[in-house]
């Protein structure tokens, strides 16, 4: 099967300016999450749709990220205006389950350079 | 809230000795625990988990963990290392309250030196 794919990979956007990630997930996977690493950090949850609901969203740093799963397919997350510190790579992540021992599918994650 | 350390952002072993990895929790209730390896240029892959039961986990690539209630830990073992163990690993913890969010460790490099 297919595996979470991301895209595009590395994006490179000057402070102001919208940028948004795509992220398409295992086939038949209800759950998608979103998660983010800054600058070498811990991977923090940003949040997690079932099907085109958002389940979670506590994650999220701020107005100015917007996330989408219309059809409750694919998702986008929108970042508008970037800010410097919004550079990082962000993960997408997919399963089946809900439950709590269900192990996460990770895309290759984009990189973001805000400049 | 529970939250996770992993000591050392690098380790480095030579190749054929042991990788010891540690990573300690906080929790307020049993977790779910989760040790994640990124090699390069690619996603998060599951090493392992351990959920109830025993608490010594088996994974992928010959890689173990144990889970000590006792002294809040779930350190990543194998007993031999391999060039192709280069790569940065993640100790992840979810307490399944019905918020699905893994919380993560800030990572550790593993380098292998031939």
């Known amino acids: 099967e297919a595996g979470v794919t991301q895209f595009p990979s590395h994006s490179v956007i000057e402070k102001g300016q919208t940028v948004t990630l795509r992220c398409d997930p295992i086939?038949?996977?209800?759950?998608l999450y979103w998660y983010r690493r800054v600058m070498g950090k811990e991977i923090k949850f940003l949040l997690h749709f079932v099907k085109e609901s958002k389940q979670d969203e506590s994650g999220m740093p701020n107005n100015r990220f917007l996330a989408e799963r219309t059809g409750g397919t694919y998702s986008t997350l929108k970042v508008q205006p970037a800010e410097l510190e919004d550079s990082g790579v962000y993960f997408c992540a997919s399963s089946q389950n809900m439950d709590g021992n269900s192990p996460l599918h990770f895309g290759n994650g984009t990189r973001l350079t805000v400049t | 809230a529970q939250s996770v350390t992993q000591l050392g952002s690098h380790v480095s072993v030579s190749e054929g000795a042991l990788v010891l990895l540690r990573c300690n929790y906080s929790?307020?209730?049993?977790?779910?625990l989760f040790w994640y390896v990124q090699y390069p240029n690619q996603g998060l892959q599951l090493l392992l988990k351990y959920t109830t039961g025993a608490t010594l986990v088996k994974g992928i690539n010959g890689f173990e963990a144990e889970f000590k209630k006792s002294e809040t830990s779930f350190h990543l073992t194998k007993p031999s290392a391999h060039m192709s163990d280069a790569a940065e690993y993640f100790c992840?913890?979810?307490?399944?309250?019905?918020?699905?969010?893994?919380?993560f460790g800030s990572g550790t490099r593993l380098q292998v030196q031939p």
């Open positions: 992840a913890v979810n307490m399944d309250t019905g918020r699905r969010a893994l919380t």
């Open positions: 086939s038949g996977h209800d759950n």
């Open positions: 929790s307020s209730v049993p977790p779910y």
